[in-house]
């Protein structure tokens, strides 16, 4: 995305790695840009000139949450409604995306939901999975033209340090058979958010769409955490004593989305504003990059699970037209191809 090399890490923000880049060719789009690392992802993207699709399950929200950061970009953001725990929503919005721009160059699959009670979405997919993969898994590949059209392009999928916790069982993806874990569901779905960037960056990366994965690092208590009990948050503040300001968190998010190159990232999970290495070990000590783990970054794995969630969401994406998903479209908007 940009040449720009200077050396980055865990204290580094939004405003260090994005100082003095010029994002005004761009135009992302960003899930969950209704608190957080959503609003901090889309406010600095904007902010250095991007045109950002906000989209978020609760528009008022996001309007208000944005409200600044719209007036003091010149409307550069614009809300978009989506629930990711539903297909038919997910349809919708990725149709009107389609009729209304022509390409994309960023999508930072940033929503995402932690450690909740057991549930389901709409459609009767297991609720952490369901919206933090298979929601994302069919809005990207619903968007995969407008990303071939921007390219060279981007997608972010924020992923967790939680992935370590558990692997994705691909037998049992929706947990129909499997006690329900509310901390290990959520590590099967960021497990399942770096298999996906995985098999994406595989599949796309000869027409200029790169994927990758990312680890924010531990924020302080964000909407996220709103289903972890005072117990759990003690917990996780005993355990993590490094904690990032959200500007800190969303640093990994753009450095990994414009500033790192390509090959580099693709295919790839990044902490700290770094590629991260496959590690299997555990974490014993407070502090550093953990690492990921092997059985995230196979690709047979990646491959396995593709399959299994196109079955999921009925539709199949093993063969992406650049064109055909735009024909009929009227688009009104045309924002600069990146350079």
Same mark, same amino acid.
């Given at each position: ?23 005004? $060719?761009?135009?992302?789009?960003? *899930? ?32 208000? %949450? ?5 007036? @003091? ?7 978009? %409604? ?6 038919? $929503? ?14 994309? /160059?960023?999508?930072?699959? /940033? ?29 990207? /590949? ?8 921007? @390219? ?39 497990? @399942? /958010? ?58 990994? *998010? ?15 999970? @990044? ?7 496959? $590690? ?53 908007? $045309? ?5």
């Amino acid at each position: 995305m940009t040449s720009h090399t200077a050396a980055f890490g865990a204290d580094s923000t939004t405003e260090d790695v994005l100082c003095g880049i010029d994002l005004s $060719s761009i135009t992302a789009l960003v *899930t969950g840009a209704s608190a957080g690392l959503g609003v901090e992802t889309a406010r600095a993207l904007a902010a250095h000139g991007a045109t950002v699709i906000a989209a978020s399950r609760d528009v008022a929200k996001a309007e208000k %949450e944005l409200a600044e950061v719209r007036i @003091a970009t010149g409307s550069r953001v614009t809300v978009e %409604e989506v629930d990711l725990a539903s297909l038919a $929503s997910v349809r919708s919005f990725t149709d009107r995306i389609r009729e209304t721009y022509d390409r994309l /160059n960023l999508i930072i699959a /940033n929503a995402g939901v932690m450690a909740c009670p057991e549930g389901r979405t709409v459609d009767g997919f297991e609720i952490q999975f369901g919206t933090n993969h298979l929601g994302h898994f069919l809005l990207v /590949n619903r968007l995969i033209p407008l990303l071939v059209a921007g @390219a060279p392009s981007r997608v972010v999928c924020l992923s967790s340090a939680g992935h370590r916790r558990a692997d994705i069982d691909l037998g049992d993806p929706n947990l129909d058979a499997t006690p329900y874990s509310a901390f290990d569901a959520y590590g099967r779905s960021k497990t @399942a /958010n770096i298999l996906f960037a995985v098999a994406l960056d595989r599949r796309m990366r000869d027409q200029g769409v790169r994927a990758c994965a990312v680890h924010p690092g531990t924020i302080g208590t964000t909407q996220l955490m709103r289903h972890l009990d005072q117990e759990h948050i003690s917990l996780l503040n005993e355990h993590s004593p490094n904690m990032k300001s959200v500007g800190a968190g969303a640093a990994t *998010t753009v450095w990994a989305a414009v500033i790192a190159e390509g090959e580099a990232v693709g295919g790839h999970y @990044a902490e700290d504003c770094a590629v991260a290495p496959v $590690s299997d070990e555990e974490v014993t000590a407070t502090g550093g990059r953990a690492g990921v783990r092997s059985y995230a970054v196979d690709p047979d794995r990646a491959e396995a699970l593709w399959a299994v969630s196109e079955h999921m969401v009925g539709e199949q994406f093993t063969a992406h037209d650049s064109t055909s998903a735009q024909e009929g479209s009227s688009r009104t908007h $045309s924002p600069p191809r990146l350079v």
